[in-house]
């Protein structure tokens, strides 16, 4: 996380300590993400889908090389002793949201 430096954080309520723990380890402030739970000093997932009536001014970025700019970071489950960070490029993450399509 320290080299990463993200900006939001989506987690389980039940890893919330120790995300919170980390981020302060490193002193990051991030946003946090829950998706199972409301807890003070996070947000909810379900949050994140609500209308702002600003939708109409969305505009998308231009995204450079999106076969290898990372979009997201995945965390493993760690099989082989400490999980590990996984990254995904926008083509990656399109390329499984299409099978779900």
């Known amino acids: 996380m320290n080299i990463t430096k993200p900006k939001i954080v989506f987690c389980e309520y039940e890893k919330l300590e120790e995300v919170r723990a980390a981020m302060k380890s490193i002193e990051l402030d991030v946003l946090i993400v829950l998706f199972d739970k409301n807890e003070d000093g996070t947000i909810h997932f379900?949050?994140?889908?609500?209308?702002?009536?600003?939708?109409?001014?969305f505009v998308p970025p231009i995204i450079e090389n999106c076969d290898k700019q990372v979009m997201c970071i995945l965390s493993s489950s760690g099989s082989t002793g400490l999980s590990k960070g996984v990254c995904q490029s926008h083509v990656q993450v399109l390329e499984q949201l299409g099978k779900f399509w």
């Open 46 to 57: 379900s949050n994140l889908l609500l209308e702002t009536n600003h939708e109409d001014d």
